[in-house]
């Protein structure tokens, strides 16, 4: 018996081991296959008469990509190709004498294929005039944080639903009304500020800014959402919350940094962790959530939360549910958009205010303009600005000359665009002003590639150049830009952030409360001598040692190592 078992498993292991081969055969095939039809459209959309980036058989147009790594530093953000490209197209389209509008990029094997558009009108046409649904890697890249049961990550009417939901408590009318708990935060920060500074005037020692700014704008975005004062700006260690968030984040670049080589992500004690910080996110937030719907919890009739008035539609999914029972589906969606809103409210935000750092420290006298703008409004007494603020909040839009600065600031440091699904409408094309070009998007992602669109020389006078005054111009005058879809640093149409009124007054207020107390400047030199061996000093982007970093989202070299000091304010009337 044991032999005829033994006769019967060797007559099938054959079998066995031949199935799998054609298998593996199979996929290989396809495999190759794919790569053979993404080529091949290259091929075809080129003898189109489309200008195309040199492109190889075996290797597509990963090339270039190996070509803009070799040219920067490591840690550099991907999302700084855009502007290589454009200082570099003379290399790769010397036939040209300009950039194309619109460039294919064939991938494959490492990620889906790709067409940045570089052109705002074009870029509208899949962003406003066709709200196409994102890609799949802006679901991959939410889905450890959000389980994609986020704004970001949704389409359609479920999409629609819940942002109508959040968008009363990202007004305009509803963020003047916490205008007063935000001060609060801002007045912290620059506390925090004032103990970095050095005696007598004189600088102090490096710290890292964007740790400061990411801790403020966290303390803002928690208390703008659920009231809740988390104050990591002051505590010795971080809460909880942040800590899950922070390595979430990771996780989540991880995913982004696996779409380009392998998926990491995959591992289990990965999804162990991602579990796990979920978890410790979900036993902050619902407690919260869980008071709301108390029946004598009784909110401010004239300031709401974004939790609050979203709340009130704690039943609308659901008849059977009520503030007493809420549907399990709701307060889990509900808990998936709270995450994205921190993570989306804190991230950007705080790379956003050291840009802007940045440049008024490379811009003396529009650092001055600033200042002066803020004495004739506020009074030439800084440490009056909070309280005056906090009674009379609509003279928060009353700068016009610090929006100037901030939206110069997020024009030439955008920090996130959209990418886009084009496959579900066949035969989708967009075209260019002046041009009765074509351009198929079937089978490629279009990315409204921001760093370039806002200093596109069609659109942007002196496009190069920090000039808050451009935002002050007139029609007929110089610096006057008539195509308001050329800034898109929010995106364009109906899929933008949601927060970006949020951010701006943030900006705002940070402008506000610290230009006039504090000069605040790069210090490598010192942040060098601290780093001992592990300094980078020869890691520099066209000559400047403070460049976008990071997998996923852009964050300012080293954190943007900085010293700061305090200031005799003198108006400069």
């Known amino acids: 018996m044991g032999l005829q078992n033994a006769i019967a498993v060797g007559d099938v292991r054959p079998l066995l081991f031949r199935g799998i081969g054609v298998l593996i055969a199979v996929a290989v095939v396809r495999f190759l296959y794919n790569g053979y039809i993404e080529r091949r459209r290259i091929k075809s959309l080129k003898a189109q008469g489309i200008p195309m980036l040199p492109h190889s058989w075996l290797f597509g147009h990963l090339g270039i990509f190996a070509d803009f790594r070799a040219d920067h530093p490591p840690d550099v953000n991907i999302y700084m190709f855009h502007g290589w490209l454009a200082a570099n197209f003379k290399k790769y389209f010397p036939d040209l004498e300009r950039l194309p509008p619109v460039i294919y990029l064939d991938l494959w094997p490492v990620?889906?294929?790709?067409?940045?558009?570089?052109?705002?009108?074009?870029?509208?046409?899949?962003?406003?005039?066709?709200?196409?649904?994102?890609?799949?890697?802006?679901?991959?890249?939410?889905?450890?944080?959000?389980?994609?049961?986020?704004?970001?990550?949704?389409?359609?009417?479920?999409?629609?639903?819940?942002?109508?939901?959040?968008?009363?408590?990202?007004?305009?009318?509803?963020?003047?009304?916490?205008?007063?708990?935000?001060?609060?935060?801002?007045?912290?920060?620059?506390?925090?500020?004032?103990?970095?500074?050095?005696?007598?005037?004189?600088?102090?020692?490096?710290?890292?800014?964007?740790?400061?700014?990411t801790n403020l704008t966290f303390d803002i975005i928690v208390r703008a959402s659920l009231d809740l004062r988390l104050h990591e700006q002051s505590r010795p260690t971080p809460s909880p919350l942040k800590l899950a968030m922070v390595d979430q984040i990771r996780w989540m670049g991880m995913v982004a940094s696996a779409a380009r080589a392998f998926p990491l992500i995959k591992m289990p004690w990965h999804h162990a962790a991602i579990k796990r910080n979920n978890l410790t996110m979900r036993n902050v937030l619902l407690p919260e959530i869980e008071r709301r719907l108390q029946s004598d919890f009784k909110p401010d009739q004239n300031k709401k939360t974004i939790v609050d008035l979203a709340l009130k539609h704690v039943d609308k999914d659901d008849p059977s549910a009520s503030r007493d029972k809420p549907n399990a589906v709701f307060i889990d969606r509900l808990i998936a958009n709270l995450k994205a809103f921190i993570f989306a409210g804190h991230d950007t935000t705080s790379s956003t205010i050291c840009f802007m750092v940045k440049l008024l420290q490379d811009h003396p006298d529009c650092l001055a303009k600033l200042r002066a703008e803020h004495d004739s409004v506020f009074g030439e007494d800084p440490k009056k600005a909070p309280e005056i603020l906090a009674t009379s909040p609509h003279l928060i839009y009353s700068l016009p000359y610090t929006l100037g600065v901030i939206k110069e600031t997020l024009r030439l440091y955008p920090l996130a665009a959209t990418l886009r699904n084009s496959s579900k409408i066949a035969g989708f094309t967009i075209t260019v002003p002046g041009s009765s070009r074509k351009y198929?998007?079937?089978?490629?992602?279009?990315?409204?590639?921001?760093?370039?669109?806002?200093?596109?020389?069609?659109?942007?006078?002196?496009?190069?150049?920090?000039?808050?005054?451009?935002?002050?111009?007139?029609?007929?005058?110089?610096?006057?830009?008539?195509?308001?879809?050329?800034?898109?640093?929010?995106?364009?149409?109906?899929?933008?952030?949601?927060?970006?009124?949020?951010?701006?007054?943030?900006?705002?207020?940070?402008?506000?409360?610290?230009?006039?107390?504090?000069?605040?400047?790069?210090?490598?030199?010192?942040?060098?001598?601290?780093?001992?061996?592990?300094?980078?000093?020869?890691?520099a982007v066209n000559g400047q040692r403070l460049y976008s970093s990071g997998n996923g989202t852009v964050h300012p070299k080293d954190g943007m190592p900085v010293h700061v000091r305090l200031r005799t304010h003198k108006s400069a009337a």
């Open 111 to 213: 990620a889906s294929s790709l067409v940045p558009v570089y052109d705002p009108v074009a870029a509208t046409q899949f962003t406003t005039a066709h709200s196409l649904p994102k890609e799949s890697s802006t679901a991959n890249y939410m889905s450890p944080l959000t389980g994609n049961l986020d704004i970001v990550s949704e389409e359609g009417e479920l999409w629609k639903k819940w942002r109508q939901r959040f968008n009363p408590g990202f007004s305009p009318r509803n963020l003047t009304a916490l205008l007063p708990e935000l001060i609060e935060e801002v007045k912290v920060f620059v506390d925090v500020l004032k103990n970095l500074a050095g005696e007598n005037g004189e600088w102090g020692p490096v710290f890292q800014l964007e740790e400061k700014t």
């Open 440 to 539: 198929p998007l079937n089978g490629y992602g279009p990315w409204l590639a921001a760093p370039v669109v806002q200093r596109n020389p069609d659109y942007w006078p002196r496009p190069h150049e920090f000039l808050p005054e451009r935002w002050l111009a007139t029609e007929g005058e110089e610096l006057y830009v008539s195509t308001k879809e050329a800034w898109t640093p929010f995106s364009i149409g109906p899929r933008n952030c949601i927060g970006m009124e949020l951010a701006m007054i943030e900006l705002r207020l940070v402008a506000v409360l610290i230009a006039r107390t504090f000069d605040i400047g790069e210090a490598w030199e010192k942040w060098d001598l601290k780093q001992g061996p592990k300094a980078t000093p020869t890691h």
